[in-house]
């Protein structure tokens, strides 16, 4: 999530990917992430029906605090207990508890486990080295018949250039998602959509990677 406040990760830092420095980010008091649900999300789900949801990589809440908010019956899942737990303290803040729950889980080794949603989403997850085709795929198989996968992130850019290649590959581009999806899904969005955002004092212009899809069978 960047813009709206968000703070950014230590780019470049080895093991951002690995749980246990997520685990330290979300362990003080120190809000993460602002909070605000990303903006792709808001464009692309008001006009859904509520149903069921799964956010995978959900952080600090935000997105699926607004999702119950709309209506959804929510599961957030992160690899992070702390992030998790941190997550259920916002809902229940928000009053939306009673609509939400919480998955631990490694998106890279993601199964749906025989759950289906209305709904699954993943907002700038960014596994490294060009992981999330194949976590697209594992998640799309989660998609219940008549329902969307929305996966957004960031595009690759020059804003980006000073990063490590492990996580200069960890951005992508929408149509890159596209082969992993399996038989039966519509590509209703496939687009970089830019954005400006102010980070650390800063404006940049970054794309939000974004791919909807729809479950036909
Ligand atoms: C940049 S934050 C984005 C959080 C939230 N989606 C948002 O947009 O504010 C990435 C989140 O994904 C989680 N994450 C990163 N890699 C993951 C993985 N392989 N499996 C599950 N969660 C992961 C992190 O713990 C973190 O909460």
Redesign the pocket.
């Known amino acids: 999530?960047t813009g709206h406040g968000?703070q950014h990760?230590e780019e470049g830092a080895p093991d951002m990917?690995e749980a246990p420095s997520?685990e330290e980010r979300y362990a003080g008091e120190e809000k993460v992430?602002s909070g605000n649900p990303?903006p792709q999300l808001v464009t692309e789900v008001s006009r859904l029906t509520p149903g069921t949801a799964l956010d995978?990589?959900?952080?600090e809440g935000?997105?699926v605090i607004w999702l119950a908010q709309q209506g959804w019956r929510v599961t957030g899942?992160?690899?992070?207990a702390n992030?998790l737990a941190r997550a259920a303290r916002h809902a229940e803040e928000a009053g939306v508890a009673d609509r939400t729950d919480w998955w631990q889980?490694?998106?890279?080794t993601f199964a749906a486990e025989g759950r289906s949603f209305d709904l699954v989403t993943t907002?700038?997850?960014?596994?490294p080295d060009g992981g999330m085709v194949e976590v697209a795929g594992r998640l799309a198989e989660a998609v219940a018949p008549g329902g969307h996968l929305l996966v957004v992130g960031h595009a690759p850019s020059e804003v980006f250039t000073h990063l490590n290649e492990s996580h200069r590959n960890a951005m992508f581009l929408a149509e890159e998602l596209v082969p992993a999806l399996p038989d039966g899904f519509e590509v209703l969005v496939v687009e970089q959509r830019p954005r400006r955002v102010v980070r650390d004092g800063v404006t940049v212009d970054i794309d939000d990677s974004t791919l909807l899809a729809r479950r036909t069978s």
């Open positions: 999530m968000h990760a990917f997520w992430w990303n995978v990589g959900c952080g935000g997105d899942a992160d690899f992070s992030g889980v490694d998106a890279r907002h700038f997850l960014h596994p």
